[in-house]
Nanobody, 129 residues
Framework: QPRLVESGGGLVQPGGSLRLSCKAS????????IGWFRQAPGKEREGVSC????????FYEDSVKGRFTISRDRASDTVYLQMNALEPEDSAIYYC??????????????????????WGQGTTVTVSS
């Protein structure tokens, strides 16, 4: 299993943008679907977006649709989450993880934490004026 490292979080004003990165050490990300999740204080971890393992099709949770974009750079084996038009409600620790499936994983719905593994340490996003 890969060991994942998230980066790119920070403090941003409402309406601003951030780009989160997810990189792996050890085993690469190329054969995995990648999920981005977030967890705000006192709340459950929720799936935000997912990119499929084979054809890079994507899925977004309704609250981020049209504002967030997940992408994969296979050359650098990095997965990104571009976050635009950020809102205070987006403040959370953001995590990436790889799917648990034995074969291809297609992102057809919001990623469920139980379907993913190899969690990184997370990167904190704070949206505040």
């Amino acid at each position: 299993q890969p060991r994942l490292v998230e980066s790119g979080g920070g403090l941003v004003q409402p309406g601003g943008s951030l780009r989160l990165s997810c990189k792996a050490s050890g085993v690469g990300l190329r054969s995995y679907a990648i999920g981005w999740f977030r967890q705000a204080p006192g709340k459950e971890r929720e799936g935000v977006s997912c990119i499929s393992s084979d054809d890079d099709t994507t899925f977004y949770e309704d609250s981020v649709k049209g504002r967030f974009t997940i992408s994969r750079d296979r050359a650098s084996d990095t997965v990104y989450l571009q976050m635009n038009a950020l809102e205070p409600e987006d403040s959370a620790i953001y995590y990436c993880a790889v799917d648990r499936a034995l074969g291809p994983y297609h992102c057809l719905a919001s990623p469920s934490p139980g379907d993913f593994q190899s969690w990184g340490q997370g990167t904190t996003v704070t949206v505040s004026s």
